[in-house]
């Protein structure tokens, strides 16, 4: 039932599920140093602001080859170039900013080992996390029959269990999984391709809809919450996610349905006060004026594709974190959230 290995470092190299290649094909490509690595992560090889901070990291140990002595420039150099792949998701620069660290406080002659376990352990941290937001987020889901999400937040998006699907995946070990309905997500169609076939291979009952068909299904009262992930939260709760999260999360107001955001404490960016500061990746024309091969927009017609859009925190009714839930997220709950996990684990803002 778990989830697929998004990705691993096999010490000279980091071996990723090419999610371009989902769902006809499960394949994997192999980068072998920091141009790859950052390419795999510009083109969507790898996704999800959790399996691309972790990606990252190892792509940071790929800067200097195994036979060749330690170079904290050549580290230096990597870090600031794995952070120009992609500009929204804060996991990334949360990630190289522990690399660098490490740079910065070990001795050369120890620094290549340092960094190897500093990235295994930003993996490891995840794979605790995707399991602790499991757990905190499935009570809240446990009495829906049908859950919507949108984009995908599951294992192919970290290292294990996911953000949004996390809870599912909790609920479902138990046989008590509701039903998901997963947008398509245009334009890249990350639910129709990634989220359908991780939940279908892992034996949750999954139906694709159309982007347009959420609406209509919360009128007829089929759609029991919405639950999403998050590719950065600002100090007062509002969520960048995928473009078109802020749209169900309207719908979902209206129709008075709880709309939950599952991520882990490190997506949070509490330098930024407000959702309207989160850099908003743009993306080529081609992702929206193409199908495949096929071209779908006429060549004198402009296109607009963000990559993502901000819902802001008076529309979500909870952030699901590793550390407990996030309820009515505002500053202050947020802020209370951070305090409380560092006074005790797992705590819980109500």
Same mark, same amino acid.
């Given at each position: ?19 371009t ?7 994997e ?6 141009d ?5 992560i510009r ?8 399996a ?24 230096r ?9 992609r ?5 990334l ?23 190897r ?9 995840d794979r ?5 937001i ?8 446990a ?22 699907l *996390?809870?599912?995946y909790? +609920?479902?070990r138990?046989?008590? /999984? =509701?039903?998901?309905?997963? %947008?398509? &997500?245009? !334009? ?16 949750v ?31 007062a ?5 995928k ?8 719908? *979902?107001?209206?129709?008075? +349905?709880?709309?939950?955001?599952? /991520? =882990?404490?490190?997506?949070? %960016?509490? &330098?930024? !006060? ?12 081609d992702?929206?004026a ?7 927009v ?25 550390r ?8 202050n ?11 005790r684990?797992?705590?819980?803002s109500k």
């Open positions: 039932m778990a989830a697929p290995e998004t990705l691993r470092f096999a010490g000279d190299s980091l071996i990723l599920i090419d999610q290649r989902l769902p006809d094909t499960l394949t490509l192999t980068c072998t140093n920091v790859q690595v950052h390419d795999a083109r969507l090889v790898v996704r999800g602001a959790p691309i901070g972790i990606a990252a990291g190892y792509g940071v140990c790929l800067a200097v080859p195994q036979d060749e002595p330690a170079d904290k420039e050549r580290y150099q990597a870090i600031e170039y794995l952070a120009t792949s500009p929204t998701a804060v996991n620069f949360w990630a190289l900013d522990r690399m660098r660290r490490i740079v910065d406080d070990t001795e050369t002659a120890d620094l290549k080992e340092a960094l376990a500093e990235a295994h352990q930003i993996h490891e941290e605790q996390m995707c399991h602790q499991g757990e905190h987020g499935a009570p809240l889901l009495a829906c029959r049908n859950v919507l999400t949108h984009c995908n937040a599951g294992g192919l998006a970290t290292s294990t269990w996911g953000t949004a *996390a809870p599912i909790h +609920l479902h138990d046989q008590k /999984a =509701p039903h998901v309905f997963a %947008d398509e &997500t245009r !334009p890249l169609l990350q639910g129709g391709r990634l989220t359908a076939w991780e939940l279908s291979q892992a034996g009952a999954v139906t694709v809809i159309t982007d347009s068909t959420a609406g209509s299904l919360m009128r007829q009262g089929k759609i029991d919450a919405v639950i999403v992930g998050a590719d950065r939260i600002s100090a709760g509002d969520v960048a996610n473009i078109g999260t802020y749209s169900v999360a309207v719908l *979902a107001k209206h129709h008075g +349905l709880p709309m939950y955001v599952a /991520a =882990p404490t490190n997506t949070f %960016d509490l &330098t930024l !006060p407000s959702g309207d500061e989160i850099p908003i990746e743009q993306r080529h024309r992702e929206v193409c199908v495949g091969d096929v071209q779908i006429p060549d004198a017609a402009g296109v607009l594709n963000p990559a993502f859009d901000v819902t802001p925190a008076e529309l979500i009714a909870a952030i699901i974190t590793e407990g839930v996030i309820r009515r997220p505002d500053q709950s947020v802020a209370e959230h951070f305090r409380s996990a560092d006074r684990p797992n705590a819980v």
